[in-house]
């Protein structure tokens, strides 16, 4: 629950709403940085807590 509270917050920041989808896994597992197969390419995605400081930078 703290996490959908922290998405609430960032979506009420940087004024957008973000899709059922991205909500459900931030909500469940957090974020993700790790390699992606097959083409092993790098992806990140971030937890709720970091994106408003991702945001500004």
């Known amino acids: 629950?703290?996490?959908r509270?922290?998405?609430a917050e960032v979506e009420r920041v940087l004024g957008v709403q973000?899709?059922?989808d991205y909500l459900t896994f931030i909500a469940s597992h957090g974020g993700?940085?790790?390699f992606i197969?097959?083409?092993g390419?790098?992806?990140s995605i971030y937890e709720a807590g970091r994106l408003i400081a991702r945001h500004h930078c």
Do not use: I, N
């Open 18 to 20: 973000f899709p059922v």
């Open 41 to 43: 390419d790098f992806l």
């Open 1 to 3: 629950m703290q996490a």
């Open 32 to 34: 993700l940085d790790e």
């Open 5 to 7: 509270k922290a998405l």
């Open 37 to 39: 197969p097959p083409a």
